[in-house]
């Protein structure tokens, strides 16, 4: 029961602090868009690409994406590792 | 050399991944060119590290931009605001990238030996150095979104290594409780980081800070930051997962998370202090931040009392040490924005919370090795299992008394140093805070003694007559740590006027972290 | 098409829920599958192709079939 | 599995792969990308695992071999990433060179694949990694349930 509880406080401070900031946002679609608009102005030229959503994935943010690939492939690795042993004894 | 020191911020993240990636392949060639490049690889790393730290507290602020024309043009040409990613190393972050270099470069050699005979090596590497290259990248960093990255990236491999062990059932319990824990604190941060991208379209820290209205939105994104990072590092009330993990996971292992959990410390440091600076109501803020430490004091100390497992005790005692930490950055916390107060004890207060950062690391790894190396030898955790280890262990017994004296804050070893500080200051601050964590000390040391008492000394067993001491390299490794703890605790000084007080000086200084990424607007 | 911008979100919040309710954990997965298709077409109609393709890959294959090889190991119900 | 489901899936796979190869090469042009065309191609082999059963497939396709080109394929990125290093990490140094160097004009365009500099290539190495850590985790898992062929 203590527990129960425990878990319907966290939920409700979530709801409550996602449905506050729902309302405290700025309209949808009005954002003051200040680094946005540099990179729909000058992502053609600088990155070379007309998929601009790819310039940001691999030029502008690169990096961010270099670390969603390592998160992948740490994922893989753990998932590989902790599969092993038992792998392993099943197979002999 | 000047071009090296120029590139080394992204070099130290860039040549752990790229080495991290490289373990596969060559591991499945030879093991032993993989064990050498490993170590190169890091050691290279560690003096890039000292390196950069160097050039950043004798010169200033070090910036790199990733893709743009020159590493110091944060802001393009027809831009007001940073497009793209920039690592920002300042005092603080330097001083963790010193912390994170050590503990890894120990942790790899003490594991080359320990796990010598364990299967799925080159996996465990690899998430090793992944795991390194995320706490660099986590303190590196100046981009909100990339520290969320580099945190799951920690996380991640971070859970998988506690699970390493897997003929054991509590190590895979240990590892999936970490990514619970990791994942609704991950979602957590992506979603306040959400918010204050809907509110002014930006992910830099520093051109944050600069814009930064302290609205009713940043407020909730405020909470919802602290809380995570609270979860992260193990703060009282979300410490549950912390003994559990940090008990099963391979004897390095331990090491390396504690490192992590002060990775997230960094990162509430750096929202507290460099994001919201200013802005903040710092007293409110501030005794948050004292009153999770004093918690974390208690049921850490009182926890730990109550333990018969050698690793699970230590846990708890880190948590009461990152109790200290909490209470020394709090109080900084709360009198930021009075100059009279932070010159006569706030700085001070910074000062010992940061130099136990460092010291933390330190005495809790060497703990957690040693622990691992009786768990090596004698294949238990069971307190009531030892007994007269230190006859045939001489070496590992005193190296253990040794980590749990600097712990509990005698007089020559570095806890000492750094405990002092922080009473110090405290005490000008509220004396009860300093009463509270003297009695934790001494309980903190009657809960070592009793450890140490109990498993080294007495009748030698006969079961344990012919256990030997661990292999060199663990013996090593361990030694490099309490060189460490004495040296700390000798030349307190030297340290505190070569990384510590610029560490400090950047967490409060706002303006020139801000200054690095917007200097270029007139 | 206004409609569909009404009826997609509340198709989504009825499978959510179903998920979460539903003892029989085949079923869930495979509702979570209808899920992330729908998801899927959310993102296209808010102009977002990109995460829509990497969603109806990731969310609706390989999760679905990760999670019913996890079943199959396990239990099936609840 | 019955006959029909593995005919129908020796079929499909191609065009899947097909489908996958030209999200990931177009990356830069339309929507799409590594992320997306290396997870279309995984979801190919996770149909070929379920229609012929992980036993079969282990015939030819190991983990190992899979883990060693998702390390390739993080290696490309990460290479190309270090080739900027004369001027910056991850720099776009192959903006107006040989190699995919066309810069598109600017505004709405057909598009052209010789563009994008370091884009395409990043595009590979993601794709390649996506595919093949992914197909990894589903085949080690479904050979860690249990070998035999899926009944339902």
Redesign the interface.
Known sequence: MRQFFGWLSLVVLMVF??I??LF???PFGE??????D??I??A????????V???V????????????????????????????????K?ET | MSTLIAHSSILIIAVTLATAFLTPLVGIASKRARNTLIVLALAFVAFLVVALARDVMLNQIHVYTLGAAAPDLTIPGGAIVPVRIILEVDGLSAFMGIVIAIVSLVAVIYSMSALKTETGQNGFYTLLLLMAAGMFGMVFTGDLFNLFVFLEITSISGAALIAFRTKFADSQEGGFKYIVVSAVASLMILFAIGLLYSQYNLLNIGALAATMEYTMLDRIALVILMSAFVMKLGGVPLHMWLSDTYSVAPASIPALLIVASQASLYALLRTSFTLYGVTLDQSVAGWIIIIVGLLSMFVGVTMAILQTDITRLIAYNCVCESGFMLVGLGVGLAVLADPGALDAFGTMAMNGAVFHMINHALFEGLLFLVAGAIFYRIGTRDLNQMCGLGHTMKLTSVLFLLGALASAGIPPFNGFASKILIYESVYQFNPILTMIGILVSILTLAVFMKVFFSAFTGASLPRYRDVREVPRPMVAAMIVLAAGIIFFGLFPGLVLDWIVQPATDALVNQGAYIDAIMGAVP | MGALYIILPLALIACAVFVAVCRDLLYAVVVLAVLSLLLAFQFYLLKAPDVAIAEAGIGAAVTTAIFIICIRATERRE | MSKIVRTVANQLILFVVIFGLYVIIQGHVTPGGGFQGGAIIASGAVLLIVASGSQEIKTWLRERRLSVVESSGALLFILLAFAGIGTVFFFNFLVGSRLFGGIPSVGPNPGDVWTGGVIPLMNLGVGLKVMAGLSAVVLALALFSGGEELEE
């Open positions: 602090l996602v506050g900031a405290i946002m700025r954002p003051p868009s200040v680094m946005d540099y990179i102005d000058n053609q030229e600088e990155a070379a690409s007309n998929n959503v790819a310039a994935l691999f030029d502008y943010r690169g990096f961010d994406t270099l670390g969603e690939a390592t998160v992948l492939f740490a994922a893989v690795t753990g998932a590989l590792l902790v599969l092993r042993a038992s792998h392993k099943e």
